[in-house]
């Protein structure tokens, strides 16, 4: 019997954003995703819905084209879908898409564009052309030393303005985001990245004061021809807070906000953006105001939560790439649930003001967690998923604090 599907998806990477869009894609198409990933480790090796292969050097260029044409032919008679699932993966799609197979499809902006865009220094700049909030923000220079000043106050943010040559050091003791109580902290942090070998610029930044509720993500799909079609925007409930996973979402309920989604499909559309890209977002309660934190040119961690609502990722791409259908915009509006962790998890450390939204949804059926998927639910898989819950369980209640009571 034929293979009556039109194309392969080819997935880079080997994390829960890996897995999640793999699960998209077999959700809808039934397909399993060919993915390379550096490490053979969960949630993607050896999982049902997933070809997974490891390449330990699979962040360098040769590789990722080395992989990338053994695909295309494997499977010369279909139309190869390229998503990365990583900064790193996402650039090097960018810069190589018009020089990979003629099968191969890769979603993406040119690699200016996209080296113009990941960069926060520059996105901040972009923002402020286009009338989108962010926070105070001091770009920092390895040549100030401690020969500085700020015109506000702790606690005080400090991110790398450029993401890939920061993991790039390739030093696990750098923390995602560090988030500093003081002034000397702050010199220490500053201090300890550019010893790590990082020499870009550094990016500080005014706390904007609220829990992890605050905090919105946005997840939007722009098509071949740059018009935006699809924007969902998620209301976090939880983060993680341990040193490596501070700011991944754990808990996201869907919700619409048709002034601030608007506002970011122009900038998206003046860009004449195509693919996927997702923005962290936060309330600021002093002034009213949503202030953008980053983009990411492609779909988040988190990005099941779009699928979970009833927005398939997978289908987005198929029906844009593949089946050139030209669709219509549309906003999420329908309350669904998404969890990265245990329900114990998410009801412990949600304020619980949510709680009863929460509860109804999962009585509704409306709610869901990346992990557990009962086609791939094999007994060996579904012990690993409960160690991730047990996992979940203790880094939580290390890291992260239970609300206070109104």
């Not at 799609?93 to 099968?103: F, I, Q, T």
């Not at 960069?119 to 923002?127: G, I, Q, V």
């Not at 779009?306 to 669709?327: C, F, P, W, Y």
Request: proline share 5%.
């Amino acid at each position: 019997m034929s293979d009556p599907l039109q194309f392969q998806p080819l997935l880079f990477g080997g994390d829960i954003n890996v897995y999640s869009v793999a699960r998209a894609f077999h959700e809808a198409y039934g397909v399993r995703s060919v993915a390379y990933g550096k490490y053979p480790s969960f949630p993607c090796h050896g999982s049902a819905i997933l070809d997974y292969r490891v390449c330990p050097d699979n962040e360098s260029e040769a590789a990722f084209r080395r992989n990338t044409e053994a695909v295309a032919r494997e499977f010369p008679d279909k139309k190869v879908l390229l998503l990365g699932c990583g900064d790193s993966y996402v650039q090097l799609a960018a810069h190589c898409k018009d020089s990979l197979p003629a099968n191969v499809i890769a979603p993406y902006i040119d690699g200016d564009l996209l080296d113009t865009l990941i960069n926060k220094e520059k996105f901040y700049a972009l923002c402020d052309q286009h009338g989108i909030d962010h926070p105070a923000t001091f770009i920092y220079d390895k040549s100030m030393g401690h020969d500085f000043q700020l015109p506000w106050g702790p606690p005080y943010i400090a991110k790398p303005a450029d993401s890939v040559a920061y993991w790039a050091c390739g030093d696990h003791s750098l923390a995602k985001v560090y988030i500093c109580q003081s002034w000397e902290e702050l010199l220490a942090a500053l201090d300890h990245v550019y010893a790590a070998g990082y020499q870009d610029h550094m990016v500080l930044q005014e706390f904007i004061p609220g829990d992890d509720s605050y905090m919105r993500v946005l997840t939007s799909y722009s098509d071949r021809n740059g018009r935006v079609t699809t924007m969902c925007l998620g209301h976090v409930l939880l983060e993680e807070h341990s040193p490596h996973g501070i700011g991944n979402h754990a808990v996201i309920l869907t919700e619409c906000d048709e002034a601030l989604e608007l506002k970011i499909k122009t900038l998206l559309e003046a860009l004449h953006f195509t693919g996927f890209s997702n923005f962290d977002i936060k309330y600021d309660s002093r002034d009213g105001k949503y202030k953008a934190f980053e983009i990411n040119c492609r779909q988040g961690r988190s990005n099941y939560y779009v699928t979970g609502a009833g927005h398939n990722i997978a289908k987005m791409v198929v029906q844009d790439r593949v089946e050139g259908k030209d669709l219509p915009f549309e906003m999420t509006r329908n309350r669904s649930l998404w969890r990265m962790v245990p329900r114990k998890v998410a009801f412990k450390f949600t304020p619980k003001q949510y709680h009863q939204e929460m509860r109804a949804l999962i009585k509704a059926g409306a709610d869901s967690h990346s992990l557990v998927y009962d086609k791939d639910g094999s007994l060996k898989r579904r012990l690993r998923v409960m160690k991730n819950h047990l996992g979940n369980i203790k880094r939580f209640n290390q890291y992260n604090k239970i609300p206070a009571e109104d």
